[in-house]
């Protein structure tokens, strides 16, 4: 029936706008957690979680690491954007000074070679003993994968317990997100990552489409069934 298929249809998109507009709000509280916690004192080695639900408590606070870089599990994953071009997330793990643990350390953003999308960007590694500032970071955000779990150096995810597995290493439950610093030069990579708000604009304009939508589907309803056929009998 007309009816039902409309208030189907309208319910539908009526939904979709709120989740936009719930993806939105997710976004702002999210800055508003970083924001705060970024105030916070800087955490150090000894410091960092060794569990997953007290690693939670550390997201987005400030932390400075010393270590060395185990570039051979360097792992580039693919079709991440930064200042609105596609390329990799450079992930290399560093090797904790003076323990047996590693964490994971997103350095930063490097463009791929479109000719050939099996090249790996060309990204200095220093050896020896680094310190590396940045902040507390869950595992980088998941993209849809078409071919589900990947090993090699170029994937579209990275999990962090398979990750585990398959390296080797003791991972803390946590990742770093490296900022621009004296620890950072001269690898070729770009650092400018965006706030999670950095978007919000589109979440709204999105949201606006969808009840935009769903008030057309309401007044063509009403014209279809009511307005017009009063017309047409006059």
Do not use: C
Not at 94 to 112: C, H, K, M, P
């Amino acid at each position: 029936m007309p009816l039902l298929a409309t208030l189907a249809s309208i319910a539908l998109t009526a939904r979709l706008g709120f989740w936009q507009l719930d993806r939105a709000h997710q976004k702002i509280a999210l800055q508003t957690a970083q924001e705060s916690r970024a105030q916070l004192p800087t955490l150090d080695a000894r410091s960092l979680a060794r569990t997953d639900a007290s690693a939670q408590a550390q997201h987005f606070r400030p932390v400075v690491v010393g270590g060395r870089w185990l570039p051979e599990r360097t792992v580039f994953l693919d079709n991440r954007q930064m200042d609105g071009k596609a390329g990799f997330f450079v992930v290399t793990p560093l090797l904790i000074d003076g323990t047996a643990d590693a964490v994971l350390v997103q350095r930063g953003w490097a463009a791929r070679n479109f000719t050939d999308r099996t090249v790996l960007p060309p990204v200095t590694t220093p050896t020896g003993a680094v310190t590396v500032s940045g902040r507390v970071a869950p595992s980088p955000s998941r993209l849809f994968d078409f071919d589900g779990a990947a090993i090699g150096p170029i994937r579209q995810n990275l999990d962090l317990p398979a990750f585990v597995r398959e390296s080797g290493l003791s991972l803390l439950p946590l990742t770093i997100v490296q900022l621009d610093g004296p620890g950072a030069t001269g690898d070729g990579l770009a650092r400018h990552w965006p706030p999670p708000a950095s978007d919000v604009q589109k979440h709204y304009g999105y949201a606006f489409q969808w009840f935009a939508m769903a008030t057309a589907l309401a007044i063509l309803y009403v014209w279809y069934q009511f307005i017009r056929p009063r017309k047409r009998r006059r």
